[in-house]
């Protein structure tokens, strides 16, 4: 089973992408509102994927998969972003990051990150 973390204050905006991840067997979805609780989460249960919503009441969004990597390098993350992919990829260049999803996303975005997730997880198995 796949942990994946959605760090996010927001529940009715992103209510269909929740439910788009939730509705997948093979997951377990937690979510919280903060970085700070992110990383408590991030150092407990080390989740394969943290999903981290473009605005927190606590940090900046790449400042926190920043934190999450000097947590565990290995843990994946996707982030919510009004940015373009081109400003995005220059913003948050060599962090590693999955992908940017739009500020809202739905089921369909859910499905492909999903897909994404799996595919890096089978890739990191091989070479294990």
């Known amino acids: 089973m796949l942990h994946i973390l959605l760090v996010s204050v927001r529940r009715e905006s992103i209510k269909a992408f ?7 067997p093979g997951i377990h979805l937690d979510q919280v509102a903060s970085g700070t609780e992110a990383l408590t989460v991030a150092r407990a249960k080390c989740p ?3 999903i981290i919503d473009s605005e927190l009441p606590d940090t ?3 400042d926190l998969v920043k934190k999450i990597i000097g947590v565990n390098a290995m843990v ?9 992919d081109h400003e995005f990829h220059e913003a948050a260049e060599g962090l590693g990051i999955l992908c940017r999803l739009p500020l809202d996303p739905g089921p369909g975005e859910a499905d492909g990150l999903l897909k994404k997730l799996r595919s890096v997880l089978s890739q990191e198995a091989i070479f294990i």
């Not at 929740?18 to 997948?24: I, K, R, T, Y």
């Not at 994946?76 to 373009?84: E, I, P, R």
């Open 76 to 84: 994946n993350t996707a982030v919510m972003s009004a940015l373009w």
């Open 18 to 24: 929740f439910e788009g991840l939730s509705s997948d």
């Open 48 to 50: 394969h994927l943290i």
């Open 60 to 62: 900046e969004s790449l």
